[in-house]
């Protein structure tokens, strides 16, 4: 019964969903506000609890593992921990799916009750091109991948779930993707939306940016957990593969970054509007290209599991529609929206111009890597790009932009001279110098490596730079909020420079009692024993590892193989010290009595995924400051409107709303100060 | 910005859109074809991976008569699925040399004993090396040798009824 009542909320859902994309397009053709403007808005909120009460159908039944219902047969069992079963009802395709059109479908919801500063028609075409985008997610769920199907006849027992997702990190790890994905729609649906009122102004980019930021924010923390994840769920010991599927992760990331910089040049000085269109379409294309990626099974990839070409179609049609169309609308629209502000070339928005090129230059570099072998393949030859084209041909942009990052913040917005930075230029220079010249001599490391750790030296100073010479206490949330994040970049490349650069690895066949040594530590295979756990047996290696005579360490890696579905997984252990990781993986048995380890010793890998979150934290900071200064500013606009309603009641009416945005442009004059933030 | 340039994320996309939906419509192909089609056996010599039959040396290759060697293990499930029709192949006439991976005499002769015994010879490879040498991934494979012991045609996956002429015509091909 609940099931059916979660099928039934979807296809209402669906239906507030064709009703808010037709009112939408009615009443932006018609051009003048009619009745069916007003139903836009209430359709997208009750879109929004009919799609949040659907997907809480689908947890009830994978809660009570209610084995009638297909996809709980197929993907979860009685025996599974609760947060598994929870977790199973997104583990899957059309869970997931369903889960993207209700955070979809909430976020609308949320535009249509808090988003009052746009023009009513600009607004309209927002909530429609939303609706629409939504509609084909609806198409998708609702005709080919049904998450409340019935069985005939209800399934003994469940099948499971793949037991190298059964982690909690995975559980989450997907959704928080989504999330990002889902905000970049909303970006996306912004940007159509202003491509057919050609209304590009600050007050659009001020709307849009908190779900850039949002959007950004998820994926920053959804690409950490996901590196971290494969680092030791895998037990290859590397943290990043250049697989299709992380690269499909990585493409938005990358245009989001770019997204939220020049999303914040439009609203602080009314530049880079169809650049900044531009961008808000390519992130959500990128978005639905990992997903047509990942699911359609169209590149060979350890994310496999989730396969299926007929589903591929089905994206591949969306994804023309969508981003075919945007595509096509920017071409006819975009000589129509007139140009922006100019600047001069040493400026601040000059360096975030650079950085968007940059940025945009990396995007190409990885989306070209990755689809690559699908161009090649339709000449019959079969190539596989990974790292030794990905990180040198990568690095010629990386650094380069990360050099433009710590000199940008320091300039001022619309004209500077580099003469007024030279001493800040100066200090980073010789900091960057005497890094490479250092580590050169003292260490034997490879070029990309060095540079790595010699930027990281220059960054992690030029990121407080901006702070400089200013009361902290003053300083706003968002600019603590770039601060933050870009000292974030500086750790995680350090980590990634000191991971490739000082990695020790031994791979040894040990009997009980041997031992062997990786980097300062010595460790020693104590015993093998079998253990056993709710859905799994295995074989556990019980290892001490010590630095010289220091206190033995204890680590235990098994060799799992669960029972439903049979399947082996290497179960690593790390050992988390100040400098570094010590990683551990059991191997097979070499049948002489002795067992393969495989060791490593990783200095300072933790600051890759602790920088991942820095940048994070950043974003988050930005938002909160954002958020704030709009809240703040809307409280004096509403007392301003106050007053003149007292002053003037009979003159009040709708179409005076429309002062309310020319007063708002007159409150972003504190948006021109030279010290405000970029982000 | 203005003109023709508007239009070059679109004609990108629509680039894409071809290649991808041109993908999508090809029937998916996983297997990895060995390398080695075309060139000679690499050298081994194997030791008997049961008791009944004797080794394999890629020495015994070379005397003018073609033959099928197929790699499988008696712990490979789809093996069990094409032993009826390895039988098929010797019935008509085809000889049929074995390279068992990492296996178990007991359990050769045990699967032998069960499904059937299509081969002359069967050689035991109990580190995959010959396998890897001889460019097969998986169990199992099969791969028709010719006189001069070339490698002129490699089968992947298990033979099903359709595998059996085609086969059988690809033997006469390296016979004649």
Not at chain 1, 455 to 470: D, E, K
Request: hydrophobic share 50%.
């Amino acid at each position: 019964m609940i099931a059916e009542l979660g099928l039934a909320a979807l296809w209402l859902a669906a239906a507030l969903a064709g009703l808010q994309t037709i009112a939408g397009f009615l009443s932006v053709r018609a051009g003048t506000t009619t009745e069916l403007g007003g139903l836009i808005r209430p359709a997208a909120v009750v879109q929004g609890v009919f799609a949040g009460l659907s997907f809480c159908a689908l947890l009830y039944v994978f809660a009570i593992t209610d084995l009638s219902v297909k996809l709980v047969a197929s993907h979860s069992h009685a025996l599974k921990p609760m947060v598994f079963k929870l977790s199973g009802a997104w583990g899957n395709h059309e869970g997931s799916m369903l889960l993207w059109v209700t955070v979809m479908a909430l976020a609308g919801a949320l535009i249509a009750v808090v988003e009052r500063r746009l023009p009513d028609r600009t607004m309209q075409a927002v909530l429609a091109a939303q609706g629409f985008v939504a509609l084909g997610f609806y198409a998708f769920l609702l005709l080919s991948s049904n998450p409340f199907e019935r069985l005939p006849i209800p399934a003994a027992e469940g099948m499971g779930l793949n037991p190298l997702l059964q982690d909690i990190g995975l559980a989450f790890h997907p959704p928080t993707l989504y999330f990002g994905y889902v905000g970049l729609s909303i970006a996306f649906s912004f940007a159509v939306g202003a491509l057919i009122t050609r209304e590009v102004t600050p007050a659009f980019a001020r709307a849009m940016r908190p779900w850039v930021l949002g959007a950004w924010v998820f994926l920053t923390v959804g690409i950490t957990a996901g590196s971290y994840w494969a680092y030791y769920e895998l037990g290859w010991g590397g943290w990043w593969f250049w697989d299709p599927v992380e690269n499909a992760s990585l493409m938005p990331w990358l245009a989001a970054t770019a997204l939220l910089h020049s999303v914040s040049v439009l609203a602080a000085r009314d530049a880079l509007r169809v650049w900044t269109i531009m961008l808000g379409v390519v992130a959500f294309s990128m978005s639905m290209l990992g997903t047509f990626l990942v699911r359609s099974g169209i590149l060979t990839s350890v994310h496999s599991f989730a396969v299926d070409p007929e589903r591929g179609t089905f994206i591949l049609l969306l994804l023309a529609l969508y981003i075919g169309g945007a595509l096509l609308l920017f071409a006819l629209r975009a000589s129509t929206i007139s140009e922006g502000k100019r600047f001069a070339i040493a400026s601040r928005e000059g360096a975030l111009v650079v950085n968007n090129v940059m940025l945009s230059a990396i995007l190409a570099i990885v989306l070209l890597g990755t689809l690559y072998p699908l161009l090649t393949e339709a000449f019959d030859i079969r190539v596989s790009v990974g790292p030794p084209y990905f990180n040198p041909v990568g690095a010629i942009f990386v650094i380069p932009m990360l050099l433009v990052m710590a000199v940008g913040p320091l300039l001022r917005w619309r004209e500077d001279r580099f003469a007024r930075i030279s001493r800040e230029m100066i200090v980073l220079g010789a900091i960057l110098v005497v890094a490479l010249v250092l580590i050169a001599v003292l260490g034997d490391v490879a070029l990309l490596p060095l540079l790595g750790l010699a930027v990281a030296a220059m960054l992690t100073v030029a990121s407080f730079l901006p702070l400089r010479g200013r009361k902290l206490t003053r300083v706003p949330i968002a600019t603590w909020g770039m601060v933050v994040a870009h000292f974030g970049i500086a750790v995680a490349l350090f980590g990634m420079a000191s991971e490739s650069a000082f990695t020790k690895e031994r791979l040894a066949a040990l009997a009980p009692g041997d031992t062997t040594q990786v980097g300062q530590w010595a460790v020693t295979l104590d015993a093998i024993v079998p253990v056993a756990g709710p859905n799994w047996t295995a074989i556990e290696g019980q290892l001490s590892a010590r630095i010289g005579d220091g206190e033995p360490i204890s680590m235990r890696p098994q060799s799992r193989t669960f029972w439903a579905p049979p399947q082996v997984t290497a179960e690593s252990v790390l050992a988390t010290r100040w400098n570094g990781q010590l990683y551990a993986v059991m191997g097979e048995s070499a049948g002489d009595g002795r067992w393969q380890v495989r060791l490593w010793w990783k200095p300072f890998v933790t600051l890759i995924w602790y920088g991942g979150l820095l940048v994070a934290l950043g974003g988050v900071l930005a938002i909160i400051g954002r958020v704030r200064d709009d809240l703040k500013n809307r409280s004096v606009l509403r007392r301003a409107a106050e007053r003149r309603e007292d002053m003037r009641p009979e003159d009040m009416r709708p179409e005076d709303m429309g002062s309310e945005d020319m007063a708002y442009e007159d409150m972003r004059s504190e948006d021109m100060r030279p010290e405000e933030s970029a982000l | 910005m203005s003109g023709w340039r508007l239009w070059v994320p679109l004609l990108m996309f629509a680039g894409f859109f071809g290649v991808a939906g041109y993908q999508l419509s090809q029937p998916k192909n996983e297997f990895i074809e060995s390398r080695m089609v075309g060139r000679e056996l690499p050298y081994f010599d194997l030791r008997p991976a049961t008791t009944d039959l004797p080794g394999i040396a890629s020495a015994q290759f070379g005397d003018g008569q073609p033959r099928l060697l197929n790699i499988w293990a008696s712990w490979c499930v789809p093996c069990i699925a094409e032993a009826p029709y390895l039988e098929q192949l010797q019935e008509q006439g085809a000889p049929i040399v074995g390279i068992a991976i990492r296996d178990r005499p007991e359990d050769v002769a045990r699967f032998l004993e069960r499904h059937g015994n299509p081969y002359v010879a069967v050689g035991a490879d109990d580190l995959s090396e010959v396998q890897f040498a001889i460019g097969s991934s998986g169990v199992p494979e099969t791969f028709v040798i010719d006189g001069q012991g070339r490698i002129t045609h490699q089968h992947i996956g298990d033979i099903r009824e359709t595998d059996v002429p085609v086969l059988l015509e690809k033997l006469r091909e390296a016979g004649a």
